[in-house]
């Protein structure tokens, strides 16, 4: 192996070699690793991943060694240091020295440093981050830069070298946003969108993609496990293994039971922040009013606490006993809601919190009025920043903007709270700094004036497609990076890994904001992303897709129908049933908009059939074309479904015929049919493909991770449920499309029956949709998982067979 470097410098002396590191042993190398004697594990994390780096490029093995204290000579040869001078010995000796004035990065901080140096024969790479955290931002981008390697959620990308170039380096790395991070929330259904499906191999895959992307914070908003196990021991037990959890509501996202032992999943979490830990990422821990429907209270603590207070004005939100917030207005109430949240830092945190979190008492309204309603909120925060500051007094609080686009506050009411909070303590969380019809950071009059970080919210758990307008995203993601206030960009939607396009942008732009703009984004996405024979034509068909996707954006009701996907939920929504002249003018709108998208998808469809053959065993390549297929499929079949309700309004009222309704039921079937095709091409898609999935986990510090029996029964509730139905194969195949056929039946013997009767909902759908759902309860999800035919040939039918609907749907409308 050749490397290449300006000169040598030379020292002679030996190193100490930690006994038993795997790292040293049969190493086919001439590189030799240095791992800094002091500082925090990521130093050595940072280390041990260059060597496996190394190894994955070269084939060959380097040694690491770990140094001295006083060691401050390097052995011959060609040597990468890890760390700056502060951690380092021979980095200090060679600033003392003279040979290097210094490294020019601030310590303590995300910035680090490359830099390739030689004197007498001996060759240096120095990596130093100013802290631990960020010398392995910086271990991967050297292997970005210098050997080609891309890191993606799904898969690096590592091309296989001889040589890898060590001379001549020097880069100097600093981010523009301060804080950078990822939540990931608490639905299930698909092991691919929903990190409660994951164990401890997935989790340390994800945070390792996270070191990659150089982010620094995320938060597992996954439920709190074993949190009230843990805190009040002696009042509540953990819930059966072997039945669903006792607090569990029927066919809902509310059944939590516990897919393995909870006391599993606490040993999970644990160990899961522990090794985020160990490479310095950030995780808040939440505070104040914490009980929601994933954390909620369980019903054995009111049982042995018959006379704890809860509030007794909600009169909107969540329902259910153990979604209650405690009564606000008593001491032991904050008492109780403190005990969490230190059981959390013990427990799971190390004691050692660097940032706390709170999304006050979201998503309800109190009180007789909304004045009431106001000062409720505003008075919880204020406890909750003191109780905070009687035990952290210095640690940033961050401040979830969630219920602030709802739920009865006003802009002048957030912006009073905002007036209320130290600005050098507390930051606004705007994770809707992107929601379709509110510039939230500007609203609330903080723009300019008080730290936020600015943030992308972009999906419900329903929305799993490829979605974002950047008309909306772009010009407002440039005005937070000109905004000193805006210290933090943050991605938080309810589902994980659904958008690959718009990770990617998010986690380039998060760094430094200079792609913002579409056209260089994507070229940016292809070049990293697809092979070098590829990218251009995949570059040309992402940016005529691009129109498609951006047809769907999120918001709340009211301000769009598509958002709320009602073709997954025909029987219970009111989107196409809902005949209104306001529903009406709304579905056209949509209507209007999604059209105008779609007319690229053919043309799509048709250049990604042509390379199905050449590309299909890219496992990268695959997924973005099955993503873009279900994307443009879903848009259609919305398309289809409101040109099917403008025409049966306008049979109502003479202007339509039956054969025009008849059309564009089939179509509009045939399109739902071609959606359960695309999905049956990949396990991402498949229910039973996930449950298999949970089998998979090992055993944690003695708990064994076994599978409770209800699991499926709960997994089919948290995904059939209407708030979280999305693109899961058996819920395709097997609910939406048995409830399409019934409500085309339906309409087309109401137009024969020739009634002019004003329209209501009639009884049947609700039969009927009950007929259908005990089915599929019923059915287990073995004899409903996709047939396997995954093939090239296949998938190149299903993308020709979907340009040929959708080109029928573009001639008829």
Not at 435 to 445: E, P, Q
Not at 488 to 497: A, D, K, N, Y
Not at 519 to 537: G, I
Not at 788 to 808: D, M, P, Q, W
Request: with cysteine.
């Amino acid at each position: 192996m050749k490397i290449v470097f300006l000169s040598a410098l030379f020292f002679s002396l030996t190193m100490h070699i930690a006994s038993g590191n795997p790292y040293t042993e049969n190493q086919s190398s001439s590189l030799k690793i240095c791992i800094p004697p002091t500082g925090e594990k990521a130093y050595e994390i940072a280390g041990q991943t260059f060597a496996d780096m190394w190894e994955k490029v070269t084939g060959e093995k380097p040694a690491v060694y770990y140094m001295k204290p006083d060691q401050r000579e390097l052995p011959e040869g060609e040597v990468i240091l890890i760390g700056s001078d502060a951690v380092n010995p021979v980095v200090h000796e060679l600033i003392r020295e003279g040979t290097l004035e210094g490294l020019n990065i601030q310590y303590g901080g995300d910035n680090y440093r490359i830099l390739s140096l030689s004197k007498n024969r001996n060759n240096y790479l120095i990596l130093a981050g100013g802290s631990g955290r960020s010398t392995i931002y910086a271990v991967y981008d050297f292997f970005r830069k210098q050997a080609g390697a891309e890191y993606f959620w799904d898969g690096d990308i590592i091309p296989a070298r001889q040589q890898i170039q060590l001379s001549g380096i020097d880069v100097l790395e600093k981010p523009h946003f301060e804080y950078r991070g990822i939540r990931y929330f608490a639905h299930r259904g698909l092991h691919r969108f929903q990190a409660e499906h994951w164990d401890l191999e997935d989790w340390k895959k994800e945070i390792d993609w996270l070191m990659k992307k150089r982010f620094n914070l995320f938060m597992m908003r996954t439920g709190i496990d074993d949190l009230f196990q843990r805190a009040f021991p002696e009042d509540v037990p953990y819930p059966p293994v072997d039945a669903q959890d006792p607090d569990a509501e029927q066919r809902s996202y509310n059944d939590r039971t516990s897919f393995w032992p909870l006391k599993y999943r606490g040993e999970l979490r644990k160990q899961v922040l522990q090794y985020a830990r160990d490479r310095g990422l950030l995780h808040p821990e939440d505070i104040g009013t914490i009980t929601h429907w994933y954390s909620h209270t369980p019903s054995s603590f009111y049982k042995n606490n018959p006379d704890f207070p809860v509030i007794t004005n909600q009169r909107s939100g969540y329902s259910l006993p153990t979604h209650a917030i405690w009564d606000i207005e008593a001491q032991e109430t904050w008492d109780a809601y403190w005990k969490l949240t230190e059981t959390h830092i013990r427990e799971f945190g190390a004691n050692s919190p660097r940032m706390f979190h709170t999304i006050g008492m979201a998503e309800r309204v109190f009180g007789k009025s909304d004045r009431e309603n106001l000062q409720s909120k505003l008075y919880v925060y204020r406890k909750t920043q003191q109780k905070l500051r009687e035990h952290y007094p210095d640690q940033p609080l961050l401040i979830g903007s969630w219920d602030f686009i709802g739920w009865k506050w006003t802009d002048e009411g957030v912006q009073q709270l905002m007036s209320e909070f130290d600005p050098t303590r507390t930051i606004l969380l705007d994770y809707t700094s992107d929601k379709d019809d509110k510039v939230t950071y500007r609203d609330w009059d903080v723009h300019n004036k008080f730290p936020w970080f600015f943030g992308i919210f972009h999906s419900l758990a329903k929305n799993s497609d490829i979605h974002e307008d950047y008309s909306i995203l772009t010009p407002r993601l440039k005005e937070a990076a000109a905004d000193p206030k805006c210290i933090g960009f943050i991605t938080w939607p309810e589902i994980s890994h659904s958008d690959t396009y718009l990770l990617e942008y998010f986690a380039d732009n998060s760094w430094q904001p200079d792609k913002t703009e579409i056209e260089p984004a994507t070229k940016h996405f292809c070049e990293k992303r697809y092979r070098e024979e590829t990218e251009k034509e995949m570059e040309q068909i992402w940016d005529e897709f691009l129109n498609v996707s951006q047809t769907l954006h999120w918001g709340l009701p009211g301000s769009t129908i598509l958002f709320w996907e009602p073709q997954f939920r025909i029987l219970s929504s009111d989107g196409f049933i809902n005949h209104t002249p306001e529903n009406i003018e709304n579905l056209n709108e949509d209507l209007k908009r999604v059209m105008t998208g779609l007319t690229n998808a053919p043309e799509v469809l048709k250049k990604l059939s042509l390379l199905t053959a050449e590309n299909y065993d890219n496992t990268l390549w695959r997924r973005d074309v099955l993503d873009m297929a279900r994307t443009i499929a879903s848009r259609a079949i919305f398309a289809s479904l409101a040109q099917g309700t403008m025409q049966v309004t306008a049979s109502e009222n003479m202007k339509s015929s039956e054969k025009e309704i008849k059309r564009i039921s089939k179509l509009n079937q045939q399109l739902m049919a071609s959606l359960s095709n695309i999905l049956a091409m990949s396990d991402d898609f498949s229910m039973y493909a996930s449950l298999q999935r949970l089998e998979k986990a090992e055993q944690l510090n003695g708990i064994p991770p076994i599978l409770n029996p209800h699991s499926e029964q709960a997994l089919k509730g948290n995904a059939e449920n209407n708030y979280c139905r999305s693109h899961h194969y058996e819920l395709v195949e097997y609910v939406y499309r048995p409830e399409l056929e019934f409500y085309w039946d339906w309409f087309l013997k109401r137009i024969k029956s020739d009634t002019a009767s004003e329209w209501e909902r009639p009884a049947e759908f609700k039969e009927q949709e009950k007929l259908i759902e005990d089915k599929f309860y019923a059915t287990p999800l073995s004899e409903m998982a996709p047939a396997e035919s995954r093939t090239a040939e296949n998938l190149t039918k299903i993308l020709n067979h979907l340009e040929e609907l959708v080109n029928e749907l573009l001639e008829e409308i």
